[in-house]
C-alpha cells in the first residue's frame, strides 16, 4: 500500500518547537517536490513550505524565519521543523508529495499552540 505517514504534531506552549516528519511507504520519492499544508479550522488549507527535489525551497510569508523544510531522499523523509510557534500555527498539517506511483497526500497530523 503506498501512502505518506505524518507524525510529531501535538500540544505545545507559544514559544515551543516541534518537528514534523513525513515518510512514505510503498514507494518511493519521484522527480517532484513534496510539500507541507495546513488547514486550520474553518480555512482553507494554505501552503506552508514546499521543497524541490535538488533541495529548493520557498515558505509562506507567515512562517518565514521560524520554519525549516528539509528532505532525505535516501530515506523518502522531509521534515517541518517548527520553531517559535503562535497560537495562530494551529491546524492540521498535511504533507504531499510526488512518489514514483503517482500524487499522494498525507492523513494529516494536528498541531495545537497554546497562548
Known amino acids: 500500500q503506498v501512502q505518506l505517514v505524518e507524525s510529531g504534531g501535538g500540544l505545545v506552549q507559544a514559544g515551543g518547537s516541534l518537528r514534523l516528519s513525513c515518510v512514505a511507504s510503498g514507494s518511493i520519492f519521484g522527480a517532484g517536490a513534496v510539500a507541507w499544508y495546513r488547514q486550520a479550522q474553518g480555512k482553507q488549507r494554505e501552503l506552508v513550505a514546499r521543497?524541490?527535489?535538488?533541495?529548493?525551497?520557498n515558505y509562506a510569508d507567515s512562517v518565514k524565519g521560524r520554519f525549516t523544510i528539509s528532505r532525505d531522499n535516501a530515506k523518502n523523509t522531509v521534515h517541518l521543523q517548527m520553531n517559535s510557534l503562535k497560537p495562530e500555527d494551529t491546524a492540521v498539517y498535511y504533507c504531499?508529495?510526488?512518489?514514483?506511483?503517482?500524487?499522494?497526500w498525507g492523513q494529516g497530523t494536528q498541531v495545537t499552540v497554546s497562548s
Open positions: 504531499n508529495a510526488w512518489l514514483v506511483a503517482g500524487f499522494y
Open positions: 521543497i524541490t527535489r535538488p533541495g529548493s525551497t
